[in-house]
């Protein structure tokens, strides 16, 4: 069943659904794999980036959009907005190990990192489904009221906040994790998306859609503290090295600024529809996935030069936390 566009993104017909969530740790260096959803091939591709080749194809039905890995970094959690529902994959495997369906339209995913706990937006509701690992696949903990069209999800790392872009409510819900209730509600930039946390947790980063900028929020003063500029569409952040970098699905670019001065530094060519993007564990990578034309593309962070293109499957989309 085709879904609607809630971007205003990619001019074609079928779904577009996306998120950000904050990365996970992935340990020292480079990342060795990255863990692409591909929705318009139905399937999840494992790719070796020491390499560039695709290790393994992983079907999973239902339009596999976003993407969250256990704290280990062992299972993939992957939204399938036309199941509807959630797919579990054994990463050692390179198997699907368990389907959970959902009603709605789950979107947005992340995890708990001290918990293990599993969040997944419902595109069509005001709500976060909570999901626990049981047995090799998740079971359903219940709900957790959030504003309307609920998209990016990141986790703090001390694992005690739930942050949600409401795309629709022009805002971010803080969430104490314990007790699943919404402590506030922070007005964002038109129309926020991908939702990032830096490090230490203290700043958070939505990309808006439809204003062409990224919020900052300071968690601690609990709001807004500056917008950045970005192209047309901007989708998802990423960090690394000093520097935010924005995917611009309609400009085909990534766009960079200074962490520090929150000033625009440089505009970077990619793919066709460039949408998830990742800084790999040491800051010196990022890897975009560019949705139409079919690649990862892998900057250098320090020049800002494109080393490279890996050829993946049709329609990748890797939002979320996607390097292991």
Known sequence: MARPNPTGGRRRAGLLLALLIGLGPVGPGLAAEAIVT???????????????????GIPVPGSP????LSPDRRTAYVTRPDGPGLAVIDLARRAVTSMVDLPGGPLGIGVNPKTGAVYAADWYAKRVFVLVPEAGGLARDGEIATGASPSGIAVTPDGRTLLVANREGNSVSVIDADTRRQRQIIPVGEHPFGLTLDPDGRRAYTANVISNDVSVIDLAEGREIARVPAGERPYVVALAGGRGFVTNQYAGTVSVFDRATLKPVATIEVGDHPEGIAASPDGTRLYVANWGSNTLSVIDAATLGILREIKVADGPRAFGDFLR
Request: negative net charge; proline residues 0%.
């Open 65 to 68: 959009a976003g993407i969250a």
């Open 38 to 56: 591909a929705q318009g091939d139905n399937r999840v591709d494992v790719v070796d980036l020491d390499t560039d080749t695709v290790l393994a």
